[in-house]
């Protein structure tokens, strides 16, 4: 918390997400970490959404509609869904996704031209945030290629007989 809190800019967008989170519960949180503090919660949040942490914008739809603020709401459960389904494809049937717009949909209302403001709101998140938020999701799921494998360090045979074993050659693990 404190590494965080002394240089946010350097932090990567999940611890931001899971800070926001400690704020956002305060001493209500199992850690009970850090005094609630829904500003820096928002703050955090919005910052980890913006640099790729799709769950973040989930998390600021949520707590926009706990403010009743039901627009800025909307353009983020848009883009919570918009983003999950364009990244996370294998994930697009979560039912949450749609509870989550259809909340927002119902705190908006249905006056006429509404539908036209959210379509024109969202598209402009997307065209300001998105190659950022596009890059930085990516930065954060891409295989870090500079860990090596276990079995470069620790060579294993399997052994086939009645019943199948590892035997584990001998290596710095067995010094």
């Given amino acids: 918390?404190?590494?965080i809190e002394r240089t946010p800019g350097a932090a990567d967008a999940l611890s931001l997400y899971e800070l926001g989170s400690l704020y956002r519960l305060g001493r209500q949180h199992p850690?009970?970490?850090?005094?609630?503090?829904?500003?820096?919660a928002g703050t955090l949040r919005s910052d980890a959404a913006l640099r790729g942490?799709?769950?973040?914008?989930a998390g600021m739809a949520e707590a926009e509609l706990?403010?009743?603020e039901a627009m800025s709401a909307m353009v983020w459960a848009q883009a919570y869904a918009y983003y999950k389904a364009k990244l996370e494809p294998e994930a697009v049937a979560d039912a949450y996704v749609a509870n989550l717009v259809e909340r927002?949909?119902?705190g908006v209302g249905k006056a006429p031209g509404v539908d036209a403001e959210i379509a024109e709101l969202v598209a402009a998140f997307v065209a300001t945030h998105g190659p950022a938020i596009e890059q930085a999701h990516s930065a954060a799921v891409a295989p870090d290629m500079t860990?090596?494998?276990?079995?470069?360090?620790?060579?294993?045979?399997?052994l086939d007989d009645e019943?199948?074993?590892?035997?584990i050659a001998k290596t710095r693990a067995s010094r």
Avoid: H, K, Y
Wanted: with cysteine.
């Fill in 104 to 106: 927002a949909f119902a």
């Fill in 66 to 68: 706990s403010r009743g």
């Fill in 31 to 40: 850690a009970q970490w850090v005094e609630r503090d829904l500003l820096r």
């Fill in 163 to 167: 019943t199948t074993r590892v035997a």
């Fill in 53 to 57: 942490n799709i769950n973040a914008m």
């Fill in 147 to 158: 860990c090596r494998r276990v079995s470069d360090d620790w060579p294993t045979d399997r």
């Fill in 1 to 3: 918390v404190e590494a």
